[in-house]
């Protein structure tokens, strides 16, 4: 029904930039919240909410990334983007988007992205 196609993991090295993206498409009436979560490699991690905007652009963070990301959205294309500024290998995450909202018959919709794999080496 609905479906989210991220873009802009990668390989990058301690303090520097990444800037992930997320498209949503499918049968979309409207879309409220979307966001970033993320879990790190290794064994029992859970996934965190990194960053969450809703329709009317309030913005939560996680603690630990609230003064280097910066999350945004074009409601016009149901589009989020994460900038990831000053990366620290503890970045290093499977990021995935999520969304959620009305469908075009007045279900709800909660869907996920496939995530997209950011490596910050030291």
């Known amino acids: 029904q609905v479906q989210l196609v991220e873009s802009g993991g990668g390989l990058v090295q301690s303090g520097e930039s990444l800037k992930l993206s997320c498209v949503a498409s499918g049968s979309i009436f409207s879309v409220a919240d979307m966001g970033w979560y993320r879990r790190a490699p290794g064994p029992g991690s859970q996934r965190e909410l990194v960053?969450?905007?809703?329709?009317?652009?309030?913005?939560h963070y996680l603690e630990s990334v609230k003064d280097r990301f910066i999350i945004s959205r074009d409601s016009a294309r149901d589009t989020v983007t994460l900038q990831m500024n000053s990366l620290k290998p503890n970045d290093t995450a499977v990021y995935y988007c999520?969304?959620?909202?009305?469908?075009?018959?007045?279900?709800?919709?909660?869907?996920w992205g496939q995530g997209t794999q950011v490596v910050v080496s030291s």
């Open positions: 960053a969450q905007i809703n329709s009317g652009r309030t913005a």
């Open positions: 999520y969304a959620n909202g009305l469908l075009v018959d007045t279900t709800n919709f909660d869907s």
